[in-house]
């Protein structure tokens, strides 16, 4: 586009947002006369919020950091949520790897320590801090027996806290197991 001066707009002209002139202090080079001007705007509108965004986004990243529990636990062992089921997870690789697809062999029994060889499991993971899950669909693929699952398709995209939830099922008991995970960078 052509720089045209006749079609100047007062100081403040914000067609820029609309066109992409980068001469809208100038003039607007479109001639779009609908996008707001410094006529139609308080002055230093834009100003406040540009701060009002950032703010917010400070806000959002400050609660990110806030949001992390103290004290979690990180063991590779727990009762589920209701206590129907002892449930432990061991990786393929130690350590946990980072953007690898790696597989898990899980572990279900009765709290009175009998395996659990029937149960259908589903897997889940996510990054609470981040508001993200895993980027692939973890699942049981194979039971072992006695109690063990192959777990294969897992994948963590970044170091940081996330959670792997495992809701089970075995005849009329359905319960979830949940374990919290610190990976490095």
């Known amino acids: 586009m052509q720089h045209d001066s006749s079609l100047a707009l007062p100081r403040g002209c914000n067609c820029a947002v609309r066109c992409g002139c980068d ?7 479109c001639g779009d006369r609908s996008a707001p001007t410094a006529t139609t705007e308080k002055p230093g509108r834009r100003a406040l919020i540009r701060l009002a965004g950032s703010l917010a986004m400070l806000g959002a990243l400050g609660a990110c950091s806030a ?3 103290k004290n979690l636990d990180y063991a590779a062992a727990r ?3 209701q206590g129907a089921y002892r449930v432990s997870y061991k990786s393929d690789t130690t350590p946990i790897p980072i953007n690898r697809l790696h597989s898990w062999t ?12 029937d149960a259908t499991v589903k897997v889940d993971g996510d990054m609470p801090q981040h508001m993200h899950g895993l980027p692939t669909r973890p699942r049981v693929t ?4 006695n109690g063990d ?3 294969e398709g897992i994948k963590f995209q970044m170091g940081g806290w996330w959670v792997m939830e495992f809701a089970v099922t075995s005849g009329e008991r359905s ?8 990976l490095q960078h």
Request: with cysteine.
């Open 23 to 29: 001469a809208a202090d100038q003039g607007c080079l």
């Open 79 to 81: 009762a589920s949520e």
């Open 142 to 145: 194979r039971n072992l027996g």
């Open 175 to 182: 319960d979830v197991a949940k374990f919290n995970l610190m």
């Open 106 to 117: 899980l572990h279900v029994e009765r709290p009175d320590g009998r395996p659990v060889t």
């Open 149 to 151: 699952y192959l777990v």
């Open 67 to 69: 949001f992390m529990p």
